[in-house]
């Protein structure tokens, strides 16, 4: 499987972009999604995740803000930011597993959003 994001770019504050997640091979439909996200200097984080069934989860920090969805007959992921932050700034990645909470270890390229004035 491959998993390519795209849609990042520089936004200012308050300001709104779509990602999206294009995945390959079989079987996306079954697959557990979700969207990580890098600062520099932090660790990686779980931003949102999706399962087969469209049940979502998020991390506290973009609650109200972000929404993640997935267009199976298109093995695509998504994920709506909207009133955006400068502490959104990060490299986001889309990963998949094959259940809730477990991730395979593929990371595929991930794309830039800046959040700035």
């Known amino acids: 499987v491959q998993l390519q994001a795209s849609g990042g770019g520089l936004v200012q504050p308050g300001g709104s972009l779509r990602l999206s997640c294009a995945a390959s091979?079989?079987?996306?439909?079954?697959?557990?999604m979700g969207w990580f996200r890098q600062a520099p200097g932090n660790q990686r984080e779980l931003v949102a995740a999706?399962?087969?069934?469209?049940?979502?989860n998020y991390v506290d920090s973009v609650k109200g803000r972000f929404t993640i969805s997935r267009d199976n007959a298109k093995n695509t992921l998504y994920l709506q930011m909207n009133s955006l932050k400068p502490e959104d700034t990060a490299v986001y990645y889309c990963?998949?597993?094959?259940?809730?909470?477990?991730?395979?270890?593929?990371w595929g390229q991930g794309t830039l959003v800046t959040v700035s004035s």
């Open positions: 091979g079989s079987l996306f439909s079954s697959k557990y």
């Open positions: 999706i399962t087969s069934s469209g049940r979502t």
């Open positions: 990963r998949q597993g094959p259940a809730p909470g477990l991730w395979s270890s593929y």
